[in-house]
């Protein structure tokens, strides 16, 4: 079976700071996505593309940027981090964008001194 | 607003061999739902995947839909104490396939 794996697991940057995290999938998925997961709330799409080199803004695609340069990795960086974005960021990977199932990544937490 | 509203809000809190039903509302036109299960701090994982509105079981677990009552449910019978975790749903949008999760629903098992 395929796997989803995002690094770092945690990340620690100060305010201000652009950082980046990285997901790598083995599924050979077009797919990919990046959500937000706030404490206590549902997921909120940030950016996905739907093939290499493609993207696609999301609900809340304000403050990063994302970069998919190969079909198994997707990229998502916080240009400017805050303290207000603290929240836990997951992959996840479709066979396509046409509604099949979704598969996560164990998630990346961000912290922000 | 919120596309996808799942009840109950928050949380159930059930004993050991109880049954749980979860349910999601949605405010738009869907063509698919899945339902997934977090244990805290862990990844999301598919439990129940369903492309065209009809019933699905898995194990001790069945989720049922009715498109035109803009409703899906996931129904846990006999629940365990390793069943406690969140459980959210997702709703595909027919116009565009965009994906949209409920807030989810913290389940607890006690012995």
């Known amino acids: 079976g395929g796997i989803i794996t995002q690094t770092p697991k945690f990340l620690i940057g100060q305010e201000g700071q652009k950082l980046t995290l990285k997901c790598q999938q083995n599924?050979?998925?077009?797919?990919m996505y990046w959500y937000r997961q706030d404490s206590g709330k549902g997921l909120r799409l940030i950016y996905y593309?739907?093939?290499?080199?493609?993207?696609q803004k999301g609900d809340l695609s304000e403050g990063y940027d994302a970069s998919r340069e190969k079909k198994s990795s997707f990229s998502l960086t916080v240009t400017s981090a805050q303290k207000n974005e603290m929240a836990v960021f997951l992959c996840?990977?479709?066979?396509?964008?046409?509604?099949?199932?979704?598969?996560f990544g164990e998630g990346s937490r961000l912290i922000v001194v | 607003g919120q596309q996808v509203q799942q009840s109950p809000p928050a949380s159930l809190v059930l004993q050991e061999g109880e049954n749980a039903e979860l349910q999601c509302t949605y405010s738009?036109?869907?063509?698919?739902m899945q339902w997934f299960y977090q244990r805290p701090g862990g990844r999301l994982v598919s439990l129940l995947y369903?492309?065209?509105?009809a019933e699905q079981r898995g194990g001790r677990l069945t989720s049922s839909a009715a498109s035109n009552e803009s409703r899906s449910s996931l129904h846990i019978s006999s629940s365990q104490i390793t069943d406690s975790g969140t459980y959210l749903c997702?709703?595909?949008?027919?116009?565009?396939?965009?994906?949209?999760f409920g807030d989810g629903t913290q389940l607890v098992v006690k012995p």
């Open positions: 599924f050979n998925h077009d797919t």
């Open positions: 593309s739907i093939t290499e080199n493609d993207l």
């Open positions: 997702a709703m595909v949008r027919n116009s565009n396939n965009r994906i949209f």
């Open positions: 738009t036109t869907l063509n698919s």
């Open positions: 369903s492309p065209s509105w």
């Open positions: 996840a990977s479709s066979i396509s964008s046409s509604g099949n199932t979704l598969y």
